[in-house]
C-alpha cells in the first residue's frame, strides 16, 4: 500500500504541475491537491499499520523478516538451497515450485483474463506478481532472521523445527 499511495501522490502532483485544463470536468489543481493528500495517507497510514504490526509480532515472539532488497535478493539462492537439502524446515518444499509457477504463469502468453481487456486484462498478472515478490520478500527475510539468530546462538541447529533451547 505504501507503493499505491505513492503511486497516487505522484500522479496528484504530476496533474498539478503539468494539467492545465479540466480533468472530467473538475479542475486540474483539485483533482491533483486531492489525488496527492489521498496517497500521502495511505501510504503514512500503511508505514504505521506495518511498524504496528512488526511490534506486535515482536512482543509475541513470532519471527520478523529482516534485511533490505538487496540482502534478500542474494539470500534467495542460500534459501533454495537449505529447503533443497531440508536444513531450513520453516519453508514447505512446495512453496519454490510454487514460485517457479506462479512466473511460468506471468511469462506465458495464457492468462485467466487476456490482456487486450482495458485494465482488466493485466490484473491477474498484477496479482500474481504481487503475490509472488511478497512471499520470496518474506521467506528471504524470515531465513536472513533464522540466519542472524544461529550466529547470534553461536551456530546452533534452529532449521529443523526441534526445540532450541
Do not use: C
Not at 112 to 127: E, F, M, N, S
Request: aromatic share 6%; glycine share 12%.
Amino acid at each position: 500500500m505504501v507503493y499505491f499511495g505513492g503511486f497516487l501522490a505522484l500522479i496528484g502532483l504530476s496533474t498539478l504541475i503539468f494539467r492545465d485544463g479540466d480533468v472530467a470536468g473538475m479542475p486540474a489543481a483539485l483533482v491533483g491537491g486531492v489525488l496527492l493528500v489521498v496517497g500521502v495517507a495511505i501510504g503514512a497510514l500503511d508505514v504505521v499499520r506495518r511498524r504496528r504490526v512488526r511490534r506486535r509480532k515482536i512482543a509475541n515472539g513470532e519471527p520478523v523478516p529482516v534485511g533490505d532488497i538487496f540482502q534478500r535478493a542474494r539470500a534467495l539462492p542460500r534459501l533454495l538451497r537449505d529447503v533443497r537439502q531440508g536444513a531450513y524446515a520453516d519453508l514447505p518444499k512446495s512453496r519454490p515450485f510454487i514460485w517457479v509457477l506462479a512466473l511460468v504463469y506471468l511469462i506465458s502468453p495464457i492468462d485467466i483474463l487476456p490482456d487486450v481487456l482495458p485494465l482488466i486484462g493485466v490484473t491477474d498478472d498484477a496479482g500474481v506478481a504481487v503475490w509472488l515478490l511478497t512471499s520470496v520478500s518474506t521467506a528471504t527475510g524470515l531465513y536472513l532472521n533464522r540466519e542472524r539468530e544461529r550466529q547470534r546462538l553461536g551456530n546452533r541447529d534452529l532449521g529443523t523445527g526441534g526445540p532450541t533451547h
